[in-house]
């Protein structure tokens, strides 16, 4: 009410006492001090609100404005007219206020109780928007400042700012299929240093001058990974206006507060979780930039259906709390606020990719920021030095500190058993870890002695919360539930207020706020110990299948039994859920895990039986299995490591880097090489397989030598097939592979045989003398019809090499050298080649640094070569005077079918050259000018070449602000040519004006299939016209809009 009353107050000038701001004022002070005071304070009002004036004001508010001041005679008609032609909006608003600031007080007072009498958004905004801001940030400061303790707990001592994000192609199969800890041990933490890295402050920024800022944005990482404690720092930044000063209003929400939900409108939903927001209007409209961050989709309780999903757009209606979510990603409801989803990586892959426009991606910690952790988190040197040699010499505790949750953990319990007075000696397993660290919870507040802590020492409730957690722990793992409200734990006995005890709060992380409590694990590793010792101890008196909780099943007795079960199951799940729950499963049938739980746990004594037979267990499974190692069978490595079995990791790992693994890869060493890959940086940094391979070893290793850095393959007499399974490696998404090394003798001798149809290489650091062997190779090939290099690092030397070559290379069809370092040089070179080859067909330079000099080359070549049918030179600064020789060029060709010039500063005469040339030419079908500032000037030139041209099939020109008058033009063309199937004019300003143009040469045109109309601000009157217009004239062609 107090905030209300403000406001009105501030609306109603007739309530403010005129005297109240001179109250103080120094008697003694002349009426003439008073009247300069005052007129002062007068003025300062368009001072005070410039900036919101020249944000906000809209041109039917500025012809209002300007219409009230005309009228009560504070601005005379020359100096409206004067205003008009300003230029731009905010040209005539800076016009409008510095105009009135040079009168007397009578035009402030009335351009000011016009905009405060006025009811409209863009009054409310300017009156009211900073302090709204203010108001804003204030509470999420307050909010988000209380959860910097909660931050310590799951991603200790993380400093963000000096961190950066990855800026990644959508997701790996990994990613998208494996559990967490396998994505991280296979691909070392994350590590992929060709990707483009990004900061926090940047994260809604557009990449290029010319593209757009994302309205969608994704940022996955594994659990513990720190996502959470990103978006709290980024709202910390934001609140304290550190950073995204253009964003008005940022509104975040955890889908773990989402869960408590069920059927509301997005405005009830903005003004729930933020009642100091009166009027979500104002936040959720086109007016002000605002961000709404939906954190942790993998802990929401429904999964989001984006192909049946209701289509909702209206912000009040009342809908599904999935459907809310699935129509604020899909755009129909708040297209023009920014949304930003964090997630595991496995559940972010349920959203289609085309609804996405930036994914980032968190990488984990690299061993040289485990090490600044540790100095940072200890106080005592000694014991970070300790630790980290202890860490080294016991990789896959290593491999586990990759995640700064988890590395925190380790951290901490290593260090509680270091000042032990008891001398234990330091886990060497992720089981023995979890077991002290759970043991350490339990310990705090009690007295410590020189021996263990015995059974009756403890508190008998720690026992049976720890048994009543690992049952939670469990059904919930096999129900992929990972966040559990007060109502789950009660339901499987666990008492709320043993919850907040040493043992409870270190176990579990409470999350709390006015609409939800949930509860979760500390960290998903946590989860699965806790499940496999809730196993571990049932299996052995259990007589129906443990994975069976509320149906029956076949009787199913004794511990081994129900042990195959567990790895039954496991070796069934797909997406490796189960994977680490029998790591931790297997490492508990080792007295030492076993010892500090004795006390928590009713483990009842152990023969020791159990353990040898395990390992033979494992051994045949190892053995067993299909013709190609899965991460399923790499897992059972894992679990060897876990049981203390290690003869067999050893030997391989020793004839690994003896390089003497000939004749010795059985299918169980195949096995354990994958797991070595993941957890040996040295064996995967360099992995010497030097005459050790054949076509089935080939095969059988083949998914897990994407993750090699460097492969030597010297001496192995590969034939046909095998160079083909290598060509599928290197062409994989997940593919880490930088170096192969193949002996010379051989790779000749296939190079004049049958070289790989197509062979890539993206990604993988080659350089100009990679660029060089190739062209080596290029020279005698005959049969090599694709050749991929993206994204390495080939300048203008390695370009050279390969220009030589293809000028006698006959077999070349395809050519991608997009993301190198190819500047003028190269290109010219490129030039000199294509004057004589005429059988290379596709040639992709994106993102090189070719520039004006080099293209004018390439267009020179172009006149006279009679092979190439594509070519992308898409962001290369290229402008106009480049474009000019493009466009003559292809006065000439007859067979150029595709051009891509995106994201490059042609302006609208480059585009006027092209539109000349095409007037003529009779060959291109696809022309690609996104993002090239064509404007309504190079739209009305296409227009004008559209009307002659009968061959060009796809127009792209997204985001050139081609506005009404281009489209207008763009439509009557469509009226004529008979020849465009697809025509892209998204986010091109038309307006609903531009869309009534657009839909009625849809009734004139039956050759359109597609059309993208979207980010217009057609409205629902334009879009009812577009769609009236194609059920009654074009059928068969689909609109976005």
């Given at each position: 009410?107090?905030?209300?009353?403000?406001?009105?107050?501030?609306?109603?000038?007739?309530?403010?006492?005129?005297?109240?701001?001179?109250?103080?004022?120094?008697?003694?002070?002349?009426?003439?001090?008073?009247?300069?005071?005052?007129?002062?304070?007068?003025?300062?009002?368009?001072?005070?609100?410039?900036?919101?004036?020249?944000?906000?004001?809209?041109?039917?508010?500025?012809?209002?404005?300007?219409?009230?001041?005309?009228?009560?005679?504070?601005?005379?008609?020359?100096?409206?007219?004067?205003?008009?032609?300003?230029?731009?909006?905010?040209?005539?608003?800076?016009?409008?206020?510095?105009?009135?600031?040079?009168?007397?007080?009578?035009?402030?007072?009335?351009?000011?109780?016009?905009?405060?009498?006025?009811?409209?958004?863009?009054?409310?905004?300017?009156?009211?928007?900073?302090?709204?801001?203010?108001?804003?940030?204030?509470?999420?400061?307050?909010?988000?400042?209380?959860?910097?303790?909660?931050?310590?707990?799951?991603?200790?001592?993380?400093?963000?700012?000096?961190?950066?994000?990855?800026?990644?192609?959508?997701?790996?199969?990994?990613?998208?299929?494996?559990?967490?800890?396998?994505?991280?041990?296979?691909?070392?933490?994350?590590?992929?240093?060709?990707?483009?890295?990004?900061?926090?402050?940047?994260?809604?920024?557009?990449?290029?001058?010319?593209?757009?800022?994302?309205?969608?944005?994704?940022?996955?990482?594994?659990?513990?990974?720190?996502?959470?404690?990103?978006?709290?720092?980024?709202?910390?930044?934001?609140?304290?206006?550190?950073?995204?000063?253009?964003?008005?209003?940022?509104?975040?929400?955890?889908?773990?507060?989402?869960?408590?939900?069920?059927?509301?409108?997005?405005?009830?939903?903005?003004?729930?979780?933020?009642?100091?927001?009166?009027?979500?209007?104002?936040?959720?409209?086109?007016?002000?930039?605002?961000?709404?961050?939906?954190?942790?989709?993998?802990?929401?309780?429904?999964?989001?259906?984006?192909?049946?999903?209701?289509?909702?757009?209206?912000?009040?209606?009342?809908?599904?709390?999935?459907?809310?979510?699935?129509?604020?990603?899909?755009?129909?409801?708040?297209?023009?606020?920014?949304?930003?989803?964090?997630?595991?990586?496995?559940?972010?892959?349920?959203?289609?990719?085309?609804?996405?426009?930036?994914?980032?991606?968190?990488?984990?910690?690299?061993?040289?920021?485990?090490?600044?952790?540790?100095?940072?988190?200890?106080?005592?040197?000694?014991?970070?030095?300790?630790?980290?040699?202890?860490?080294?010499?016991?990789?896959?505790?290593?491999?586990?500190?990759?995640?700064?949750?988890?590395?925190?953990?380790?951290?901490?319990?290593?260090?509680?058993?270091?000042?032990?007075?008891?001398?234990?000696?330091?886990?060497?397993?992720?089981?023995?870890?979890?077991?002290?660290?759970?043991?350490?919870?339990?310990e705090v507040g009690e007295p410590r002695g020189r021996e263990p802590v015995k059974t009756e020492q403890l508190h008998g409730s720690n026992r049976k919360l720890l048994g009543n957690l690992g049952r939670l722990a469990f059904y919930g793992l096999l129900k992929h539930k990972y966040t559990f409200s007060e109502q789950d734990l009660r339901a499987y006995g666990i008492d709320l207020l043993l919850t907040q005890g040493s043992l409870g709060a270190g176990v579990l992380v409470r999350e709390e706020s006015a609409i939800y409590t949930t509860y979760r694990f500390t960290h998903l590793t946590l989860q699965e110990f806790l499940a496999a010792?809730?196993?571990?101890?049932?299996?052995?008196?259990?007589?129906?299948?443990?994975?069976?909780?509320?149906?029956?099943?076949?009787?199913?007795?004794?511990?081994?039994?129900?042990?195959?079960?567990?790895?039954?199951?496991?070796?069934?799940?797909?997406?490796?859920?189960?994977?680490?729950?029998?790591?931790?499963?297997?490492?508990?049938?080792?007295?030492?895990?076993?010892?500090?739980?004795?006390?928590?746990?009713?483990?009842?004594?152990?023969?020791?039986?159990?353990?040898?037979?395990?390992?033979?267990?494992?051994?045949?499974?190892?053995?067993?299995?299909?013709?190609?190692?899965?991460?399923?069978?790499?897992?059972?490595?894992?679990?060897?490591?876990?049981?203390?079995?290690?003869?067999?990791?050893?030997?391989?790992?020793?004839?690994?880097?003896?390089?003497?693994?000939?004749?010795?890869?059985?299918?169980?060493?195949?096995?354990?090489?994958?797991?070595?890959?993941?957890?040996?940086?040295?064996?995967?940094?360099?992995?010497?397989?030097?005459?050790?391979?054949?076509?089935?070893?080939?095969?059988?290793?083949?998914?897990?030598?994407?993750?090699?850095?460097?492969?030597?393959?010297?001496?192995?007499?590969?034939?046909?097939?095998?160079?083909?399974?290598?060509?599928?490696?290197?062409?994989?998404?997940?593919?880490?592979?930088?170096?192969?090394?193949?002996?010379?003798?051989?790779?000749?001798?296939?190079?004049?045989?049958?070289?790989?149809?197509?062979?890539?290489?993206?990604?993988?650091?080659?350089?100009?003398?990679?660029?060089?062997?190739?062209?080596?190779?290029?020279?005698?090939?005959?049969?090599?019809?694709?050749?991929?290099?993206?994204?390495?690092?080939?300048?203008?030397?390695?370009?050279?090499?390969?220009?030589?070559?293809?000028?006698?290379?006959?077999?070349?069809?395809?050519?991608?050298?997009?993301?190198?370092?190819?500047?003028?040089?190269?290109?010219?070179?490129?030039?000199?080649?294509?004057?004589?080859?005429?059988?290379?067909?596709?040639?992709?330079?994106?993102?090189?640094?070719?520039?004006?000099?080099?293209?004018?080359?390439?267009?020179?070549?172009?006149?006279?070569?009679?092979?190439?049918?594509?070519?992308?030179?898409?962001?290369?600064?290229?402008?106009?005077?480049?474009?000019?020789?493009?466009?003559?060029?292809?006065?000439?060709?007859?067979?150029?079918?595709?051009?891509?010039?995106?994201?490059?500063?042609?302006?609208?005469?480059?585009?006027?050259?092209?539109?000349?040339?095409?007037?003529?030419?009779?060959?291109?079908?696809?022309?690609?000018?996104?993002?090239?500032?064509?404007?309504?000037?190079?739209?009305?030139?296409?227009?004008?070449?559209?009307?002659?041209?009968?061959?060009?099939?796809?127009?792209?020109?997204?985001?050139?602000?081609?506005?009404?008058?281009?489209?207008?033009?763009?439509?009557?063309?469509?009226?004529?040519?008979?020849?465009?199937?697809?025509?892209?004019?998204?986010?091109?300003?038309?307006?609903?004006?531009?869309?009534?143009?657009?839909?009625?040469?849809?009734?004139?045109?039956?050759?359109?299939?597609?059309?993208?109309?979207?980010?217009?601000?057609?409205?629902?009157?334009?879009?009812?016209?577009?769609?009236?217009?194609?059920?009654?004239?074009?059928?068969?062609?689909?609109?976005?809009?």
């Open positions: 009410m107090e905030r209300k009353a403000h406001y009105d107050s501030i609306l109603d000038r007739s309530k403010r006492i005129t005297w109240q701001d001179d109250c103080y004022v120094d008697l003694q002070s002349t009426s003439c001090s008073l009247s300069s005071q005052a007129e002062t304070e007068e003025l300062s009002w368009i001072k005070k609100h410039q900036d919101e004036l020249r944000r906000f004001t809209s041109a039917s508010f500025l012809e209002e404005m300007l219409a009230h001041l005309r009228k009560v005679n504070v601005l005379s008609s020359a100096e409206e007219t004067k205003i008009k032609e300003a230029g731009r909006l905010q040209d005539q608003v800076n016009m409008l206020t510095t105009t009135v600031s040079g009168k007397d007080t009578q035009g402030s007072d009335a351009l000011q109780g016009f905009v405060e009498s006025s009811d409209s958004q863009v009054a409310q905004l300017i009156i009211n928007h900073d302090y709204m801001v203010k108001e804003h940030k204030e509470v999420l400061l307050r909010r988000y400042e209380q959860c910097r303790d909660r931050d310590s707990v799951s991603c200790p001592k993380l400093n963000i700012s000096a961190r950066t994000l990855l800026l990644v192609d959508g997701l790996s199969d990994i990613q998208q299929k494996e559990h967490d800890l396998m994505q991280v041990g296979a691909t070392q933490g994350g590590k992929r240093n060709h990707l483009r890295q990004l900061v926090l402050a940047k994260l809604l920024e557009p990449l290029t001058r010319v593209s757009l800022p994302p309205r969608v944005s994704l940022t996955v990482g594994v659990a513990g990974i720190g996502k959470t404690t990103w978006v709290r720092h980024f709202i910390r930044q934001w609140s304290q206006g550190a950073i995204c000063s253009d964003v008005s209003f940022v509104l975040p929400f955890t889908f773990c507060q989402l869960n408590s939900l069920e059927k509301l409108s997005a405005e009830k939903l903005v003004k729930m979780a933020f009642p100091h927001l009166t009027d979500p209007n104002l936040i959720l409209s086109s007016s002000c930039r605002t961000l709404l961050i939906l954190d942790g989709l993998d802990e929401f309780r429904c999964t989001l259906n984006f192909s049946d999903a209701a289509p909702c757009s209206d912000p009040k209606k009342e809908v599904s709390i999935d459907d809310l979510v699935t129509n604020i990603i899909r755009g129909n409801l708040l297209p023009d606020v920014a949304v930003w989803v964090t997630s595991r990586p496995g559940v972010a892959s349920l959203i289609p990719g085309g609804l996405v426009d930036r994914v980032t991606e968190i990488p984990g910690f690299s061993p040289k920021d485990i090490q600044i952790f540790l100095n940072h988190h200890f106080s005592e040197k000694d014991f970070a030095r300790k630790i980290w040699a202890h860490l080294e010499s016991h990789k896959i505790l290593m491999v586990m500190c990759y995640i700064p949750c988890i590395c925190w953990i380790v951290a901490d319990t290593l260090m509680y058993i270091m000042q032990s007075e008891t001398q234990e000696s330091l886990p060497r397993t992720c089981t023995e870890l979890y077991a002290h660290f759970c043991s350490m919870k339990a010792t809730f196993y571990h101890i049932s299996s052995k008196r259990a007589i129906f299948d443990l994975f069976s909780e509320s149906t029956m099943s076949w009787p199913k007795i004794g511990f081994q039994n129900h042990f195959r079960s567990a790895f039954q199951h496991a070796q069934q799940a797909e997406e490796g859920h189960l994977d680490v729950f029998v790591r931790f499963l297997t490492g508990l049938l080792c007295p030492m895990a076993l010892k500090p739980l004795a006390g928590l746990l009713a483990l009842g004594k152990d023969d020791g039986n159990q353990k040898g037979w395990a390992a033979g267990f494992l051994q045949g499974l190892l053995d067993s299995g299909g013709a190609v190692v899965s991460l399923r069978a790499v897992n059972l490595a894992y679990c060897l490591q876990e049981l203390q079995h290690t003869e067999l990791l050893r030997s391989v790992e020793d004839d690994l880097r003896l390089g003497s693994l000939a004749g010795k890869l059985s299918r169980a060493h195949c096995v354990v090489l994958g797991y070595l890959l993941h957890v040996s940086p040295e064996c995967s940094e360099q992995t010497n397989l030097t005459g050790s391979l054949n076509y089935a070893t080939v095969k059988c290793l083949l998914p897990q030598l994407l993750y090699c850095s460097h492969l030597r393959l010297e001496n192995n007499h590969f034939k046909d097939d095998v160079m083909e399974l290598l060509g599928s490696l290197l062409s994989a998404k997940d593919c880490h592979i930088q170096k192969i090394r193949i002996v010379i003798n051989i790779l000749h001798h296939m190079i004049v045989t049958t070289f790989i149809h197509p062979l890539s290489l993206a990604e993988n650091a080659i350089s100009n003398k990679g660029a060089k062997a190739l062209s080596r190779a290029l020279l005698v090939n005959r049969t090599l019809i694709s050749l991929k290099l993206q994204s390495n690092s080939i300048s203008n030397r390695g370009m050279t090499a390969l220009t030589k070559a293809l000028r006698l290379n006959r077999g070349l069809v395809s050519l991608n050298l997009r993301e190198n370092s190819i500047g003028v040089e190269g290109a010219k070179n490129m030039a000199h080649a294509l004057h004589e080859n005429n059988s290379l067909q596709d040639l992709d330079l994106t993102a090189n640094l070719l520039h004006d000099d080099g293209v004018q080359a390439i267009a020179g070549a172009i006149k006279f070569n009679q092979g190439l049918t594509s070519l992308h030179l898409q962001w290369n600064f290229i402008k106009s005077s480049a474009t000019k020789a493009l466009a003559h060029a292809l006065i000439s060709n007859s067979t150029m079918q595709l051009l891509d010039l995106q994201e490059n500063a042609i302006g609208n005469e480059g585009v006027i050259f092209l539109a000349e040339a095409l007037k003529t030419n009779a060959s291109l079908h696809t022309l690609c000018l996104q993002g090239v500032s064509a404007g309504t000037k190079g739209a009305i030139a296409m227009a004008e070449a559209l009307l002659t041209n009968q061959t060009l099939q796809t127009l792209d020109l997204r985001g050139n602000t081609v506005g009404m008058e281009g489209a207008k033009a763009l439509a009557n063309a469509l009226k004529s040519n008979r020849s465009l199937k697809s025509l892209n004019l998204q986010e091109n300003s038309l307006g609903m004006d531009g869309a009534i143009f657009i839909a009625t040469a849809l009734k004139g045109n039956h050759q359109l299939t597609y059309i993208n109309l979207q980010g217009n601000g057609i409205g629902e009157s334009g879009a009812k016209v577009i769609s009236d217009a194609i059920r009654a004239n074009a059928p068969g062609c689909v609109v976005d809009i």
